[in-house]
Protein backbone atom coordinates (compact mmCIF):
# COMPACT_ATOMS: atom_id res chain seq x y z
CA UNK A 1 0.00 0.00 0.00
CA UNK A 2 1.02 3.44 -0.68
CA UNK A 3 0.77 6.14 2.56
CA UNK A 4 -2.28 8.94 2.56
CA UNK A 5 -1.09 12.45 1.16
CA UNK A 6 0.67 14.00 4.01
CA UNK A 7 2.54 17.72 3.81
CA UNK A 8 6.64 17.02 4.35
CA UNK A 9 8.93 19.73 5.95
CA UNK A 10 12.59 19.52 5.80
CA UNK A 11 13.28 22.35 8.27
CA UNK A 12 17.30 23.42 9.04
CA UNK A 13 16.95 24.45 12.07
CA UNK A 14 15.88 22.94 15.46
CA UNK A 15 13.10 26.35 16.11
CA UNK A 16 11.98 25.87 12.84
CA UNK A 17 10.88 22.25 13.38
CA UNK A 18 9.36 22.98 16.61
CA UNK A 19 6.85 25.72 15.29
CA UNK A 20 6.07 23.21 12.40
CA UNK A 21 5.17 20.93 14.96
CA UNK A 22 3.46 23.32 17.48
CA UNK A 23 0.91 24.10 14.84
CA UNK A 24 0.16 20.46 13.66
CA UNK A 25 -1.28 18.47 16.25
CA UNK A 26 -1.51 15.79 14.36
CA UNK A 27 2.52 16.05 12.54
CA UNK A 28 4.52 13.53 12.84
CA UNK A 29 8.65 13.74 13.36
CA UNK A 30 10.77 11.77 10.62
CA UNK A 31 13.87 10.38 11.85
CA UNK A 32 15.45 7.19 10.76
CA UNK A 33 11.46 6.26 9.44
CA UNK A 34 12.64 2.70 10.05
CA UNK A 35 9.85 2.79 11.89
CA UNK A 36 7.50 5.13 10.75
CA UNK A 37 7.45 4.40 6.98
CA UNK A 38 6.21 0.80 7.47
CA UNK A 39 3.21 2.33 9.43
CA UNK A 40 2.49 5.07 6.73
CA UNK A 41 2.86 2.38 4.44
CA UNK A 42 0.25 0.45 5.93
CA UNK A 43 -1.60 3.16 6.90
CA UNK A 44 -1.34 2.51 10.43
CA UNK A 45 -0.31 5.97 10.56
CA UNK A 46 -1.46 8.99 8.81
CA UNK A 47 -0.79 12.11 10.06
CA UNK A 48 -1.67 15.50 8.06
CA UNK A 49 2.80 16.16 7.97
CA UNK A 50 5.58 14.83 8.70
CA UNK A 51 8.43 17.02 10.04
CA UNK A 52 11.71 15.54 8.69
CA UNK A 53 14.34 16.35 11.10
CA UNK A 54 17.28 15.03 9.19
CA UNK A 55 18.57 18.50 8.17
CA UNK A 56 19.30 19.93 11.00
CA UNK A 57 22.78 20.11 11.82
CA UNK A 58 24.32 18.60 15.48
CA UNK A 59 21.49 16.32 16.24
CA UNK A 60 23.96 13.43 15.28
CA UNK A 61 25.91 13.53 18.28
CA UNK A 62 27.34 10.36 20.30
CA UNK A 63 28.87 12.49 23.40
CA UNK A 64 31.12 10.55 26.36
CA UNK A 65 31.70 11.46 29.21
CA UNK A 66 32.96 9.16 32.26
CA UNK A 67 28.80 9.90 33.60
CA UNK A 68 27.91 8.23 30.83
CA UNK A 69 26.65 8.36 27.03
CA UNK A 70 24.58 11.34 25.73
CA UNK A 71 23.20 9.93 22.18
CA UNK A 72 21.86 12.88 20.04
CA UNK A 73 18.68 12.32 17.98
CA UNK A 74 20.02 11.75 14.95
CA UNK A 75 23.08 9.15 15.54
CA UNK A 76 22.06 5.73 13.79
CA UNK A 77 21.91 2.83 15.71
CA UNK A 78 25.08 1.37 13.71
CA UNK A 79 26.99 4.86 14.48
CA UNK A 80 26.32 4.02 18.67
CA UNK A 81 26.93 0.10 18.08
CA UNK A 82 30.58 1.34 16.36
CA UNK A 83 31.60 3.26 18.86
CA UNK A 84 34.51 2.70 21.22
CA UNK A 85 34.12 5.42 23.73
CA UNK A 86 30.03 3.87 23.91
CA UNK A 87 31.69 0.42 24.58
CA UNK A 88 34.07 1.36 27.09
CA UNK A 89 31.81 3.53 29.52
CA UNK A 90 28.33 1.35 28.70
CA UNK A 91 29.03 -1.91 27.49
CA UNK A 92 25.48 -3.07 27.79
CA UNK A 93 24.07 -0.20 24.81
CA UNK A 94 26.29 -2.24 21.90
CA UNK A 95 25.88 -5.83 23.20
CA UNK A 96 22.02 -4.77 22.98
CA UNK A 97 22.22 -2.62 19.88
CA UNK A 98 23.84 -5.96 18.05
CA UNK A 99 20.33 -7.54 18.97
CA UNK A 100 18.34 -4.71 17.20
CA UNK A 101 17.32 -5.65 13.45
CA UNK A 102 20.00 -5.97 10.81
CA UNK A 103 22.90 -3.87 9.38
CA UNK A 104 20.71 -2.17 6.65
CA UNK A 105 18.19 -0.84 9.02
CA UNK A 106 20.28 -0.07 12.00
CA UNK A 107 22.23 2.30 9.28
CA UNK A 108 19.37 4.54 8.97
CA UNK A 109 16.99 3.85 12.50
CA UNK A 110 17.93 6.15 14.97
CA UNK A 111 19.04 5.36 18.67
CA UNK A 112 16.69 8.33 19.60
CA UNK A 113 13.63 7.19 17.62
CA UNK A 114 13.23 3.60 18.61
CA UNK A 115 13.40 5.05 22.22
CA UNK A 116 10.52 7.21 21.76
CA UNK A 117 8.56 5.02 19.33
CA UNK A 118 8.23 3.06 22.68
CA UNK A 119 7.66 -0.42 21.14
CA UNK A 120 7.76 -3.04 24.11
CA UNK A 121 9.35 -5.25 21.94
CA UNK A 122 12.55 -3.03 21.04
CA UNK A 123 15.97 -2.93 23.18
CA UNK A 124 16.56 0.27 23.51
CA UNK A 125 13.67 1.52 25.94
CA UNK A 126 14.35 -1.26 27.90
CA UNK A 127 17.97 -0.78 28.25
CA UNK A 128 17.13 2.78 29.28
CA UNK A 129 15.15 1.75 32.19
CA UNK A 130 16.98 -0.29 33.64
CA UNK A 131 20.02 1.73 33.37
CA UNK A 132 18.19 4.72 34.85
CA UNK A 133 18.62 6.90 31.90
CA UNK A 134 16.44 10.11 30.42
CA UNK A 135 15.19 11.76 27.62
CA UNK A 136 16.12 15.46 26.55
CA UNK A 137 12.68 16.80 25.14
CA UNK A 138 12.58 20.62 23.61
CA UNK A 139 9.57 22.27 22.39
CA UNK A 140 8.52 25.71 21.35
CA UNK A 141 8.09 26.47 25.45
CA UNK A 142 11.68 25.29 26.40
CA UNK A 143 13.57 22.09 27.46
CA UNK A 144 12.64 19.37 29.47
CA UNK A 145 14.27 16.16 30.66
CA UNK A 146 11.84 13.12 31.34
CA UNK A 147 13.02 10.28 33.24
CA UNK A 148 13.17 6.88 31.75
CA UNK A 149 10.30 5.39 34.42
CA UNK A 150 8.34 8.23 33.50
CA UNK A 151 8.17 7.79 29.70
CA UNK A 152 6.53 4.33 28.59
CA UNK A 153 2.83 4.23 29.07
CA UNK A 154 1.88 1.73 26.55
CA UNK A 155 2.38 -0.05 23.07
CA UNK A 156 3.62 2.40 20.98
CA UNK A 157 2.95 5.62 23.67
CA UNK A 158 4.81 7.27 25.83
CA UNK A 159 4.56 10.65 27.66
CA UNK A 160 6.44 12.74 24.79
CA UNK A 161 4.12 15.35 23.89
CA UNK A 162 3.31 15.48 20.08
CA UNK A 163 4.68 18.80 19.67
CA UNK A 164 7.93 17.86 21.32
CA UNK A 165 11.21 16.69 19.58
CA UNK A 166 13.68 14.17 21.70
CA UNK A 167 16.86 15.98 20.91
CA UNK A 168 18.55 13.08 22.79
CA UNK A 169 19.17 10.37 25.01
CA UNK A 170 21.13 10.10 28.06
CA UNK A 171 22.48 6.40 29.60
CA UNK A 172 24.54 6.37 32.72
CA UNK A 173 28.01 5.13 32.61
CA UNK A 174 28.08 1.38 34.40
CA UNK A 175 29.55 1.77 38.15
CA UNK A 176 33.00 0.06 38.21
CA UNK A 177 33.39 -3.20 38.94
CA UNK A 178 29.65 -3.84 38.14
CA UNK A 179 28.69 -6.18 35.16
CA UNK A 180 25.98 -6.13 32.20
CA UNK A 181 24.81 -8.72 29.78
CA UNK A 182 22.09 -8.99 27.23
CA UNK A 183 20.34 -11.88 25.48
CA UNK A 184 17.20 -12.74 23.45
CA UNK A 185 15.60 -15.10 21.60
CA UNK A 186 14.44 -14.49 17.87
CA UNK A 187 13.14 -16.75 15.48
CA UNK A 188 15.95 -15.64 13.01
CA UNK A 189 18.74 -13.57 13.67
CA UNK A 190 17.38 -9.80 13.35
CA UNK A 191 13.71 -10.89 14.09
CA UNK A 192 12.34 -8.45 17.01
CA UNK A 193 12.73 -10.88 19.83
CA UNK A 194 10.15 -13.33 21.19
CA UNK A 195 11.50 -12.39 25.10
CA UNK A 196 15.22 -10.68 25.75
CA UNK A 197 16.35 -9.19 28.33
CA UNK A 198 19.31 -7.14 29.82
CA UNK A 199 20.83 -7.95 33.17
CA UNK A 200 23.47 -4.96 35.54
CA UNK A 201 25.40 -6.65 38.33
CA UNK A 202 26.80 -4.23 40.71
CA UNK A 203 28.00 -5.74 44.18
CA UNK A 204 25.17 -7.44 45.45
CA UNK A 205 22.49 -5.75 43.87
CA UNK A 206 21.73 -7.65 40.19
CA UNK A 207 18.67 -5.91 37.97
CA UNK A 208 17.06 -7.43 34.97
CA UNK A 209 14.82 -5.16 32.50
CA UNK A 210 12.55 -7.41 29.87
CA UNK A 211 11.79 -7.23 25.99
CA UNK A 212 8.76 -8.13 24.55
CA UNK A 213 7.51 -9.80 28.04
CA UNK A 214 4.89 -7.13 28.75
CA UNK A 215 3.40 -3.48 27.42
CA UNK A 216 6.30 -1.78 28.79
CA UNK A 217 9.99 -2.33 29.61
CA UNK A 218 9.74 -3.98 33.06
CA UNK A 219 12.36 -3.99 35.58
CA UNK A 220 12.64 -6.29 38.04
CA UNK A 221 14.84 -6.22 41.18
CA UNK A 222 16.94 -9.61 41.53
CA UNK A 223 19.21 -8.74 44.21
CA UNK A 224 19.64 -11.76 46.65
CA UNK A 225 17.20 -14.67 44.98
CA UNK A 226 19.02 -17.81 44.37
CA UNK A 227 20.50 -18.73 41.39
CA UNK A 228 17.69 -21.54 41.07
CA UNK A 229 14.81 -19.06 41.48
CA UNK A 230 15.84 -16.06 39.30
CA UNK A 231 13.53 -17.17 36.62
CA UNK A 232 10.17 -17.70 38.70
CA UNK A 233 10.74 -14.68 41.02
CA UNK A 234 11.03 -12.59 38.02
CA UNK A 235 8.00 -13.87 36.61
CA UNK A 236 6.22 -13.00 39.73
CA UNK A 237 6.53 -9.21 38.34
CA UNK A 238 5.97 -10.04 34.75
CA UNK A 239 2.85 -10.69 32.86
CA UNK A 240 3.82 -12.02 29.83
CA UNK A 241 1.75 -10.98 26.55
CA UNK A 242 0.52 -13.68 24.63
CA UNK A 243 0.07 -12.79 20.54
CA UNK A 244 0.39 -14.05 17.61
CA UNK A 245 4.18 -14.19 17.73
CA UNK A 246 4.15 -16.78 21.36
CA UNK A 247 2.38 -17.56 23.72
CA UNK A 248 2.22 -16.37 27.64
CA UNK A 249 3.35 -19.73 28.89
CA UNK A 250 5.94 -19.80 25.70
CA UNK A 251 7.34 -16.49 26.63
CA UNK A 252 7.19 -17.15 30.60
CA UNK A 253 9.52 -20.68 30.00
CA UNK A 254 12.00 -18.24 27.95
CA UNK A 255 12.14 -15.90 30.94
CA UNK A 256 13.22 -18.85 33.32
CA UNK A 257 15.81 -19.75 31.06
CA UNK A 258 17.23 -16.53 29.72
CA UNK A 259 17.51 -14.80 33.13
CA UNK A 260 19.34 -17.43 34.87
CA UNK A 261 21.81 -17.05 31.59
CA UNK A 262 22.04 -13.72 31.51
CA UNK A 263 23.16 -12.84 35.65
CA UNK A 264 25.01 -15.31 35.16
CA UNK A 265 26.92 -13.77 32.31
CA UNK A 266 26.64 -10.01 34.02
CA UNK A 267 28.03 -12.15 37.06
CA UNK A 268 31.24 -13.05 35.28
CA UNK A 269 31.76 -9.70 33.67
CA UNK A 270 31.99 -8.43 36.71
CA UNK A 271 34.45 -9.97 37.78
C1 LIG B 1 12.37 -5.14 9.42
C2 LIG B 1 12.62 -4.34 10.67
C3 LIG B 1 13.11 -4.99 11.80
C4 LIG B 1 13.34 -4.25 12.96
N1 LIG B 1 13.80 -4.92 14.06
C5 LIG B 1 14.02 -4.23 15.20
C6 LIG B 1 14.48 -4.88 16.37
O1 LIG B 1 14.75 -6.10 16.39
N2 LIG B 1 14.65 -4.13 17.48
C7 LIG B 1 14.38 -2.79 17.50
O2 LIG B 1 14.56 -2.17 18.54
N3 LIG B 1 13.97 -2.16 16.42
C8 LIG B 1 13.77 -2.83 15.27
N4 LIG B 1 13.33 -2.16 14.16
C9 LIG B 1 13.02 -0.70 14.27
C10 LIG B 1 14.25 0.16 14.12
O3 LIG B 1 15.10 0.00 15.25
C11 LIG B 1 13.84 1.66 14.01
O4 LIG B 1 14.93 2.33 13.51
C12 LIG B 1 13.48 2.36 15.29
O5 LIG B 1 12.46 1.71 15.95
C13 LIG B 1 12.93 3.78 15.05
O6 LIG B 1 13.94 4.64 14.75
P1 LIG B 1 13.81 5.59 13.49
O7 LIG B 1 14.89 6.59 13.62
O8 LIG B 1 13.78 4.76 12.26
O9 LIG B 1 12.41 6.32 13.78
P2 LIG B 1 11.23 6.72 12.79
O10 LIG B 1 10.73 5.52 12.06
O11 LIG B 1 11.62 7.89 11.98
O12 LIG B 1 10.15 7.20 13.87
C14 LIG B 1 9.52 6.26 14.73
C15 LIG B 1 8.55 7.02 15.66
O13 LIG B 1 9.26 7.84 16.57
C16 LIG B 1 8.99 9.23 16.36
N5 LIG B 1 10.28 9.92 16.46
C17 LIG B 1 11.46 9.50 15.92
N6 LIG B 1 12.45 10.32 16.31
C18 LIG B 1 11.87 11.27 17.08
C19 LIG B 1 12.39 12.39 17.79
N7 LIG B 1 13.70 12.68 17.79
N8 LIG B 1 11.52 13.14 18.50
C20 LIG B 1 10.20 12.85 18.52
N9 LIG B 1 9.66 11.79 17.89
C21 LIG B 1 10.49 11.02 17.17
C22 LIG B 1 8.35 9.31 14.97
O14 LIG B 1 7.48 10.42 14.87
C23 LIG B 1 7.61 7.98 14.91
O15 LIG B 1 6.41 8.06 15.62
C24 LIG B 1 13.09 -2.84 13.00
C25 LIG B 1 12.63 -2.19 11.84
C26 LIG B 1 12.39 -2.93 10.70
C27 LIG B 1 11.87 -2.21 9.48
Do not use: C, W
Not at 121 to 131: C, D, G, R
Request: charged share 20%; no cysteine.
Amino acid sequence: MKPAPFAYHRPTTLGDALEVLSGNADAKVLAGGQSLVPLLSMRLAGPSALVDINAIPGLDTIEVTEAGVRIGALARHADVLAHEGVRRVQPLLPEALSYVAHATIRNRGTTVGSIVHADAAAEMPSVLVLLGGSVEAASTGGTRTIAAEDLFLGPLESTLRPEEIATSAFFPALPAGAGVAFDEIARRQGDYALVGLGAVVDGDSVRASYVSVSDVPTVVDLSGVPDDRLGEVALEHLDPVDDIHATAAYRAQLVRVLTKRVVTKAREAAR
